[in-house]
């Protein structure tokens, strides 16, 4: 299963990719940063100050073995944030086994996809970009690393992509498709970190009020508009409470 789900990945990448050149060297850089952080970053963060990782292997093993015992998952009053990555931490465990640096192959390979989401925006919305752009997308050493660990950051990154990419295509052609794309994307995002759900429901009911000024849909665009505000005060509301 995981050799099928990372074969896919990597097809993924490099069918959508600006070249296969930069789509090898994306994939490079990414297996370079899981291996220096397996290596040496995460012993010395372990040692000196504890590791969120060990944390999501713990709940995640008992998970995993909770799914292959009862066939169900363990049941919390909080099943956002950290619990919801150890759900999916326990879920790999039970399809690939209790090994975090098969997650973070997988996790670095999510987030691979979403720096790729959001580059095709960039470019399919406004038609020209810039190399410092791609590089900073692709290359940035702060997100390779944080976006290939053991952690909530890669799927959070990716999500992200995915709603960049659903913005866009909704402001541009206000398809009902992009729409719940956007709506998805904030559900995701929701469950894995709530406060980054309300930053991104505020920013895409600005776009949306502002696009409904000029756009032919305008009663598309303002539906759009109050529906995401609303979804901003209710999500801001619930972590307030």
Request: glycine letters at 8%.
């Given at each position: 299963?995981f050799v099928?789900?990372v074969a896919?990945?990597?097809?993924?990448?490099?069918?959508n990719?600006?070249?296969?050149?930069?789509a090898?060297a994306?994939?490079?850089?990414?297996?370079?940063?899981?291996?220096v952080a397996t290596?040496?970053?995460?012993?010395?963060y372990l040692?000196a100050?504890g590791?969120?990782?060990?944390?999501?292997h713990s709940?995640?093993m008992?998970?995993s073995?909770?799914?292959?015992a009862?066939?169900?998952?363990?049941?919390?009053?909080?099943?956002w944030?950290t619990n919801?990555?150890?759900?999916?931490?326990?879920i790999?465990y039970?399809?690939?086994?209790?090994?975090?640096?098969a997650?973070?192959?997988?996790n670095?390979?999510i987030a691979?996809?979403?720096?790729?989401l959001?580059?095709?925006t960039?470019?399919?919305?406004y038609g020209?970009t810039?190399r410092i752009?791609?590089?900073?997308?692709?290359f940035?050493?702060?997100?390779?690393?944080?976006s290939s660990i053991?952690?909530k950051?890669?799927l959070t990154?990716?999500f992200?992509?995915?709603?960049?990419?659903?913005?866009?295509?909704?402001a541009?052609?206000?398809?009902?498709?992009?729409?719940i794309t956007?709506?998805?994307s904030?559900?995701c995002l929701?469950?894995?970190?709530p406060h980054?759900?309300?930053?991104y429901?505020?920013?895409?009911?600005v776009?949306?009020i502002v696009?409904?000024?000029s756009?032919?849909?305008?009663?598309?665009m303002?539906?759009?508009?109050?529906?995401?505000?609303?979804?901003a005060?209710l999500a801001g509301n619930?972590?307030?409470h």
């Amino acid at each position: 299963n995981f050799v099928v789900l990372v074969a896919w990945i990597l097809i993924w990448l490099f069918r959508n990719a600006e070249s296969p050149q930069i789509a090898a060297a994306l994939v490079a850089a990414r297996l370079g940063t899981v291996l220096v952080a397996t290596i040496l970053i995460e012993p010395y963060y372990l040692s000196a100050t504890g590791l969120d990782a060990e944390l999501y292997h713990s709940m995640g093993m008992q998970i995993s073995q909770t799914l292959r015992a009862n066939g169900t998952l363990p049941i919390t009053g909080l099943n956002w944030g950290t619990n919801s990555y150890a759900i999916y931490t326990g879920i790999c465990y039970l399809l690939f086994g209790p090994s975090q640096l098969a997650v973070k192959l997988l996790n670095t390979g999510i987030a691979a996809i979403g720096s790729i989401l959001f580059y095709k925006t960039y470019v399919w919305y406004y038609g020209t970009t810039s190399r410092i752009l791609r590089l900073l997308l692709f290359f940035s050493p702060t997100l390779l690393y944080w976006s290939s660990i053991h952690g909530k950051d890669p799927l959070t990154f990716f999500f992200l992509g995915l709603g960049y990419w659903g913005t866009a295509r909704f402001a541009k052609e206000g398809s009902k498709r992009s729409f719940i794309t956007c709506l998805f994307s904030a559900f995701c995002l929701f469950l894995i970190r709530p406060h980054i759900c309300c930053v991104y429901l505020g920013a895409l009911s600005v776009v949306f009020i502002v696009r409904s000024l000029s756009a032919k849909r305008a009663t598309t665009m303002r539906f759009a508009a109050v529906s995401c505000l609303a979804l901003a005060f209710l999500a801001g509301n619930f972590l307030v409470h």
